[in-house]
């Protein structure tokens, strides 16, 4: 296995991405590969671009990144508009810094849009300003799109794959730890700063447990609400993600060393 940490040397190999559905593990596999390989991480996560939105939104803890330089996380303040266009400009400026330090770059996420656009090489110069900056879930004109059959070279994708059963566990379990003392000091932060006026506010657990808060309903009736709005959202990511034929699905025991075997 070639290992570029210390490398200067230009890294010329392909992008790797990691792709699955919330609580599928990208973000550890992610972190334990960029280890092994010398790799940097771009989040292609639509909700960890926002600051101050931590606990809510699962972001890695300085601690979880253990030293892995990490980017795309808190680029905007909730309610500021950052759209897919703006999402592939910057991770396609990122990965160019980090092949020029002789690193791997791994981008992680399951925003499908954010990956697509940078993997299918969208382009977004044709379009108005107002409809390269249109709504704040970058949902741009459909002339902006191509098909999902001709991957640019530049990358390999690779999916963490989960039985419906485990994967519900798995979002179960999340939730459940995520609601504790630091996702209600968040959330009553966020609240008084920024209002339900975006959508950044609207799409996350924080509406959920406001509610609790505001003893609109119990805990559980809130971890339940949590779970049930992610378990819909990973149903979403995966039929996104199983319209690109040219994933690689593995389980996330196996993941590391079929994206290893790249690097022998």
């Given amino acids: 296995m070639t290992n570029l940490e210390n490398t200067s040397k230009p890294y010329n190999g392909p992008v790797i991405v990691i792709v699955g559905p919330t609580a599928s593990g990208k973000t550890g596999a992610a972190i334990s590969l960029a280890k092994k390989v010398g790799g940097e991480i771009i989040s292609a996560d639509s909700r960890a671009i ?10 890695p803890s300085e601690a979880e990144q253990d030293g892995i330089p990490h980017f795309g996380i808190d680029l905007v303040e909730p309610g500021e508009r950052f759209t897919v266009a703006d999402f592939k400009e ?21 925003t499908g849009l954010y990956v697509d656009a940078l993997v299918f090489d969208y382009q977004f110069d044709g379009l108005s300003k107002d409809d390269k900056h249109g709504t704040p879930e970058g949902k741009e004109s459909a ?30 379990l999340r939730m459940r730890q ?49 779970i049930y709005d ?8 995966i039929t996104w993600f199983k319209r690109n034929k040219n994933i690689q699905w593995y389980r996330l ?10 690097f022998s």
């Fill in 143 to 172: 002339g902006t799109y191509k098909d999902r059959t001709e991957m640019s070279k530049d990358f390999v994708v690779f999916g963490i794959s989960w039985e419906p059963e485990e994967l519900r566990e798995r979002i179960s």
């Fill in 230 to 237: 992610d378990w819909h959202l990973a149903k979403r990511q």
């Fill in 253 to 262: 025991d196996q993941l590391e060393n079929a994206i290893l075997s790249l």
């Fill in 50 to 59: 926002y600051k101050y939105m931590d606990i809510g939104t699962a972001k």
């Fill in 90 to 110: 910057y991770a396609e400026e990122k990965i160019r810094e980090i092949r020029e330090r002789g690193h791997v770059p791994i981008v992680a996420g399951g």
């Fill in 178 to 226: 995520m609601y504790c003392d630091e996702l209600y000091d968040e959330t009553r932060f966020l609240v008084s700063k920024y209002g339900w006026g975006s959508q950044a506010m609207k799409s996350n657990v924080y509406q959920f447990a406001y509610k609790y808060l505001n003893n609109e309903c119990s805990l559980d009736e809130a971890v339940e609400q949590s």
